[in-house]
């Protein structure tokens, strides 16, 4: 369970009443996430969600976040909005913590995805990088290939301790992708986290997408990678290339990529499954003292590596630009 913070009854009254939301009539702490601390806030104006950012949200970016999700929403995508308080500020402080309240979204993650909730993903990434085109505000992806080096250096004495040889597979990875990462691909706002848990169905259509606190500047293909990884590989590992297939045909038929995309997709899911490896690695070893979270397995991603180390091109995956 994702609370790094805890918020005292009375703390959490005097915050609220900053708001035009009613009375607090229930407050709990949610039970997945491992990135901030998320409260089921129920107020008589309705269910919302209460965020208090940790470790790793910086401050200044989050005009960025809030402001992504205001822009999206505009333009059709159904993900939260922040609510404003009487002030009409989006950003609070609670708890010693930068806090936020934003709209309630109804639907549930799917735990085994089917190639049709792939598609539908896949349209649905596709949907959110062209409503992103025109939004104002750029943010560098702070996780991307300068930034895995020193993440690996925060890991490396100890990851041999995880598993035997990590350090190795991840030192030869990240010399790999210093040479081959891809440079001037199509790019814009990216989602850079769109996990199975970040995205809400109702009953089989997708109904909204939540969690947009990696969202960043870059590849577009590079997000499409990210979800490649998160949602068409089976509980054992294998790739499942019909869900892949699916993922990428839903892509295409809201926005068809380059030929050069398809050609880096190896290269980019290489990096990808190194990016959620290294930060689970490093999360893995440093649980704060006291926090409610189960840190997720950094294996599953040296597993994941593993298999597009052994494909080398997207013909080979049988991913063809069409
Ligand atoms: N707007 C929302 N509407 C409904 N439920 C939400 C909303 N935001 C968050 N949740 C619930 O809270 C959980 C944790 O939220 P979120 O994924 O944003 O947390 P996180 O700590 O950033 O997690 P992650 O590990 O995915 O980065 C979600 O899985 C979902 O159950
Ligand atoms: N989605 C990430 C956690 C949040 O960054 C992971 O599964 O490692």
Redesign the pocket.
């Known amino acids: 369970m994702?609370v790094y913070t805890d918020v005292s009854d009375e703390d959490l009254r005097a915050f609220v009443a900053g708001y035009d939301l009613g009375d607090v009539l229930s407050f709990k702490g949610?039970a997945?996430?491992?990135?901030?601390?998320?409260f089921?806030l129920q107020t008589t104006s309705g269910?919302f969600?209460l965020?208090l950012y940790e470790r790793r949200v910086r401050e200044e970016d989050l005009p960025f976040f809030l402001g992504l999700m205001e822009h999206l929403s505009a333009r059709g995508l159904n993900?939260?909005v922040p609510v404003r308080n009487r002030a009409g500020m989006a950003l609070g402080r609670l708890a010693g913590r930068p806090a936020v309240i934003?709209?309630?979204?109804?639907?549930l993650?799917v735990k085994r995805p089917s190639a049709a909730h792939c598609r539908a993903v896949g349209a649905a990434l596709a949907r959110l990088h062209e409503a992103g085109r025109d939004f104002p505000i750029e943010r560098a992806n702070a996780l991307s290939l300068p930034g895995w080096a020193p993440l690996f250096a925060r890991a490396e004495a100890e990851a041999d301790r995880v598993a035997d040889g990590l350090a190795g597979r991840a030192r030869r990875e990240l010399a790999h992708l210093a040479d081959a990462w891809p440079s001037g691909l199509p790019s814009g706002v990216i989602h850079a986290?769109l996990?199975t848990?970040?995205v809400?169905f109702i009953g089989p259509e997708l109904s909204?997408l939540?969690?947009f606190?990696?969202a960043c500047t870059d590849a577009f293909a590079y997000d499409l990678a990210i979800c490649l990884n998160a949602w068409c590989f089976e509980a054992d590992c294998s790739f499942n290339l019909t869900k892949g297939t699916a993922m990428i045909g839903g892509y295409q038929s809201v926005r068809p990529l380059e030929p050069a995309e398809v050609a880096s997709l190896p290269t980019l899911c290489r990096g990808s499954a190194l990016r959620f490896m290294l930060t689970r690695l490093v999360d893995w070893l440093n649980v704060p003292p006291g926090a409610l979270v189960r840190p997720?397995d950094p294996l599953e991603y040296d597993r994941k590596l593993a298999f597009h180390r052994r494909v080398e091109t997207a013909r080979e995956y049988g991913w063809m630009a069409r």
């Open positions: 994702a949610i997945e996430g491992v990135e901030n601390s998320n089921f269910p969600i965020t993900c939260p934003v709209t309630f979204l109804d639907g993650a986290d996990f848990d970040n809400f909204g939540i969690d606190y990696f997720k």
